[in-house]
């Protein structure tokens, strides 16, 4: 069944403006925002914080994130699309000034990266469903190109934020506050341009703003395919720029910040660059997309455990390469899967589900770092590819069962 939301009548564009970039423009500051903190991980170990405490606080947005997402999409199915993406956008503004007031103590950041994850929760729940609703009102489109266009605003807003953010915490001044500082006057530019964009939810639409589980989450597929896979979206992630940097940090000296502004960069810049790709290998009668990118990452993981057992700034650059290459493939074939799978209902709401999932993977770095005490690095990372493996192998039994009807 292919998923179609019920819209509002949109207004004729008054400029040559398309009506869904003020939405892609709050994604893509939200995005920018969860995760420009990523490559400071670096500097705040410089100041003093233990490795535990940085990869807490890199995992802290977590608890904000996830009850965002399963309660978001419920309630733009409530009071609107709009409306709630701008909460979320000032939410990203103010998380981001409280992370500058970082100064005064952790407590600070910590209250930051939790509405940080608020808000990337309301962008990837909300505003990856706004777009595509703005753009499948455009005939000429094809079929999947709001799922594309949402996909890319949120990654193009992951990568281009900490590596703006790394840049300048590296060679600007304040390098605690600058990066922030930017990351706020986006927010402030992109607060009017949500206020202008057009509704897509009926009044006739709405529906209860707490509700339970989508009914998809029952579906057979949906717990064979995508719930194997959806952890590993961000899990590759958070090896690839998390953890990655900290193992080589002793060979880099002075430019540890600037190398992992560049594996953050190169991560999300590998996953930005496979997603037209990752589409041309989806296929409705297998999750063909979805078990090529679960090979990927099992090979990134191996990759990852090797470089952690040299010591190699060089290997960890690959490894990122082939984690955000994996992260590109998985994030673009899950949505397509989900979105086959899911009721026009229901899709803002399992939108939501989807990507509580797979941020579950993001708390990865803050695990190993707590296990980090009993087993080596290399041994742990050897460990994920095996549960990795493990999850490919059950995907590809049910690659052909329980299709949806299209």
Known sequence: MTATAETAPLPEAITTRPRWSGAAAAVFVCGWGGNQFTPLLVMYKEAGYSTFTVDALLGAYVIGLVPGLLLSGGLSNRYGRRPVMFAGTVLSLLASVLIALGEAGVAWIAAGRFLTGAAVAVAMAVGSTWIKELADADASGAADLGTRRAALCLTLGLGIGPGVAGVLAQWAPWPMV?????????????????????????????????????????????????????????????????????????????????????????????????????????????????????A????????????????????ALATAVVLGTAYGIVVVSGLLELQRLARPAEIAQLTGVYYALAYIGFLLPSLLAALSGVASYPMLLGCLAVVAFAGTLVVARHSRSHLPVT
């Open 178 to 294: 600058l990066p922030f500082a930017v990351h706020i006057g986006l927010a402030l530019l992109a607060l009017p341009l949500v206020a202008r964009s057009p509704e897509t939810l009926g009044t006739g639409s709405r529906g209860p703003a707490l509700s339970r589980l989508p009914a998809t989450t029952r579906h057979p597929r949906f717990r064979r395919i995508i719930l194997p896979m959806a952890p590993w979206i961000f899990g590759s992630c958070g090896v690839a720029y998390a953890i990655m940097p900290q193992l080589v940090q002793a060979k880099l000296g002075s430019w540890s910040l600037a190398y992992s502004t560049l594996l953050t960069v190169c991560a999300i810049g590998a996953g930005v660059g496979i997603q037209p790709i990752a589409k041309r290998v989806d296929r409705t009668t297998s999750a063909r997309a979805v078990l090529t990118g679960m």
């Open 296 to 315: 990927v990452l099992c090979a990134g993981l191996v990759l990852s455990a090797v470089a952690a057992h040299l010591g190699s700034p060089w290997l």
